[in-house]
């Protein structure tokens, strides 16, 4: 089943802007009474079929609505530095959305290199990475936060900041993170955190993990830290 994105779906029948129309009839060569779901971000899964291939107003009958569709018992938000190469952000940001991460804040530290980003980019990639792995939630992308007026903020769930200094004592992942917890993860830049931010995030209950042996990439890491998540609550 073909899924498509709309936000501001409420009748029985939805009619797919021009972009959509035509690529659900020129490329994906939909016929009527074909199936087609559409998501709506906020949870909901539309499940229809397709009643006029126009290729401008390719139009879909609602049979059925599926509510908090594969909703997960925790929620995820990762802080994550940007980085030199917008690529390697962009990459981190579709596989984290696939695997199931609710919030993503580029997090701007002492050794950030890039503190801006392509918004609009990201969350058009956002959106392809949602459809595309059927996810009903939009992943929510914030502006980008001083290391220091994040952590200051108050936040639910377990607070978790991944380093590589092994000056400081840190666990993994799975000894501080229990089973449908909501979590916070920091991931600092390529120069890693400066022990300042570690220390004023520890001092804000943050604990530090890290995660295994090798050293990764920021967007290595950022996967790793979400997919740790992902499996612990299997």
């Not at 779901?37 to 499940?47: R, S, V």
């Not at 580029?106 to 290199?113: F, G, R």
């Not at 604990?207 to 996967?223: D, F, M």
């Amino acid at each position: 089943m073909q899924i498509f994105y709309a936000p501001d779906i409420s009748d029985d029948i939805y009619i797919l802007d021009e972009k959509e129309s035509r690529h659900s009839v020129r490329v994906l060569r939909l016929k009527k009474g074909d199936p087609a779901g559409i998501i709506d971000g906020k949870g909901n899964l539309y499940q229809g079929t397709i009643i006029d291939p126009d290729v401008k107003h390719c139009s879909v009958r609602i049979l059925n609505k599926i509510e908090n569709y594969e909703k997960r018992n925790y929620s995820l938000h990762i802080a994550i530095s940007p980085l030199r190469n917008p690529g390697r952000l962009e990459w981190f940001t579709e596989k984290c959305v696939e695997i199931g991460t609710d919030e993503i804040t580029p997090l701007i530290c002492t050794n950030t290199e890039k503190h801006s980003i392509k918004k609009d980019r990201l969350q058009n990639l956002i959106i392809s990475a949602m459809k595309q792995s059927l996810k009903a939630k939009l992943t929510k992308l914030n502006d980008p936060s001083g290391f220091n007026d994040f952590i200051s903020m108050k936040r639910k769930g377990k607070l978790i900041i991944a380093h590589c200094n092994s000056r400081f004592s840190r666990d993994s992942i799975k000894d501080v993170y229990g089973k449908g917890e909501d979590a916070v993860i920091l991931i600092g830049p390529e120069g890693d955190f400066s022990e300042e931010e570690i220390l004023a995030a520890t001092e804000r209950d943050y604990c530090p993990v890290h995660l295994g042996p090798s050293r990764l990439r920021t967007e290595t890491a950022g996967i790793a830290a979400c997919h740790s998540v992902y499996l612990i609550n299997q």
